[in-house]
């Protein structure tokens, strides 16, 4: 008699395969009803260019406005540009359940309506305040009791953090993870995922959305341990140990001191302005953008999605021209893998300066024109062993075909343990202990941090 004693028990919603996923996620593209048409700002229904000020708003004064925004330095103002600012706090939330030992997680196939391909996986909620306490009059958001109210689950992550620092003005959301142990209902859209099979999607161009990507990164369990070093590879290895170990080239507090130092530097200052006091910037009927055509615009849309809590909708997006490029360095140091970071300043971020990763170029700037020598080899390519190399998008929900070319680079003795004062090394448990706290590592770090994830 064979026993089956060990085998998984197959449930209703939960996928344990890539070929389970696949099988899923070409489903939810059949079943799905997604239009996206780009309109003039006139056609953009409830939201109207106020005549003072030429911002751009949504006519309950919620969701989010297109202002202006100037950079002075020693008091003279050196730049200005459009910038969205949404001052509420959103909600990023992956609810965790453990199936026969294994922790899965509850993600979303969502459509977005800036997504290059419409629909990306998603955490289990994702919402903006105005969205869950329906301003739209739209459906409730589902599974949000999970995260909300006497029915929540076990919370194992709560922290704000910050989003895009080029174009948001001082936006956060709140990053959440909660387990639970009941049964809930599993809509059509949504499927539990074991935690390495979402991380192993991660290798795929444009499907693990933003939103879901930061939470990810915010989670503090399912490390490797030291089974994993029988893969045999250095890197592996030294991965490895950058989780595990309480060796690194820095103590925390010296990290802590060096990125204090870091912000006190930061010599600008920023404000907001009404759009129409934007230099260089011009608006026509159908867009607003910079008069050099480098920089991105702002643009109007028309959505129908079947799927979504409103049926339709318009709404202004920002479009970004080209291509950005996030890269995190690695090195072993004394057998440890530890990753660069630098001290970026962005107009856009509450603290003006976070952690983002040792390059970071937005859309449309070109690796070969990096100034600074001692990371322009890695930006063009031209240093180092390329680990990991996805393209993914940005967040769908304000911006169209933002995409950002994500690399984990390894380099060796020849590249200097002794960096420029605005780069430290960090190993992933001294940059994942900070993740406890917001406003440390930008979003680019972040998302660059969950594809790490993906690599042992």
Request: net charge negative; hydrophobic share 40%; proline share 5%.
């Amino acid at each position: 008699m064979t026993s089956t004693s060990a085998q998984p028990v197959a449930r209703h919603g939960v996928l344990t395969t890539i070929a389970e996923f696949d099988q899923w996620w070409a489903d939810r593209h059949r079943t799905g009803r997604f239009d996206v048409t780009r309109i003039p700002f006139a056609d953009l229904d409830t939201w109207h260019f106020d005549e003072a000020t030429g911002n751009l708003g949504h006519d309950s004064g919620r969701f989010f406005t297109v202002e202006g925004l100037q950079v002075q330095v020693g008091g003279e103002a050196v730049s200005w540009q459009p910038i969205i600012n949404q001052p509420e706090i959103g909600l990023l939330g992956i609810v965790v359940k453990d199936f026969d030992g294994v922790l899965h997680c509850l993600m979303q196939a969502k459509m977005e309506p800036g997504n290059v391909n419409t629909l990306q996986l998603s955490p289990t909620v994702q919402a903006t305040r105005s969205n869950y306490t329906q301003v739209h009059r739209g459906a409730t958001t589902r599974y949000l009791d999970l995260f909300i109210g006497p029915d929540r689950g076990e919370v194992l992550v709560d922290v704000l953090q910050s989003e895009q620092g080029a174009w948001f003005w001082r936006k956060r959301n709140r990053n959440v993870v909660v387990k639970i142990t009941g049964d809930v209902p599993v809509n059509d859209d949504y499927r539990w995922l074991p935690l390495h099979l979402v991380r192993e999607l991660m290798r795929v161009d444009n499907l693990v959305n933003m939103d879901a990507r930061t939470v990810l990164s915010c989670m503090p369990f399912a490390q490797p341990d030291e089974a994993v070093q029988s893969k045999g590879t250095s890197f592996a290895d030294a991965l490895t140990r950058s989780y595990l170990s309480d060796k690194a080239l820095h103590t925390t507090s010296a990290a802590l001191s060096w990125f204090t130092e870091a912000k006190t530097m930061c010599d600008w200052s920023v404000r907001l302005i009404p759009v129409d006091k934007v230099r260089n910037w011009t608006r026509t009927e159908h867009e607003i953008a910079d008069d050099a055509g480098r920089d991105f615009r702002i643009i109007g849309v028309r959505v129908e999605a079947g799927n979504r809590e409103v049926a339709a909708w318009t709404q202004p997006l920002l479009e970004p021209r080209g291509q950005g490029l996030a890269i995190f360095v690695t090195r072993p140091i004394d057998d440890v893998l530890h990753v660069l970071v630098q001290a970026r300043p962005e107009i856009g971020l509450l603290d003006l300066v976070e952690m983002g990763p040792t390059v970071q170029l937005l859309p449309g700037r070109d690796p070969a024109d990096v100034d600074d020598p001692f990371v322009k080899g890695v930006a063009t390519g031209e240093v180092g062993r390329i680990r990991y190399d996805t393209v993914l998008s940005e967040e769908g929900g304000r911006f169209l075909n933002a995409l950002t070319r994500y690399q984990v680079v390894e380099v060796g003795e020849e590249f200097p343990v002794e960096v420029p004062p605005n780069f430290c090394w960090l190993t992933v448990r001294q940059l994942m202990d900070l993740l406890r706290h917001g406003h440390y590592l930008n979003i680019e770090a972040r998302s660059l941090l969950a594809c790490v994830h993906s690599l042992w």
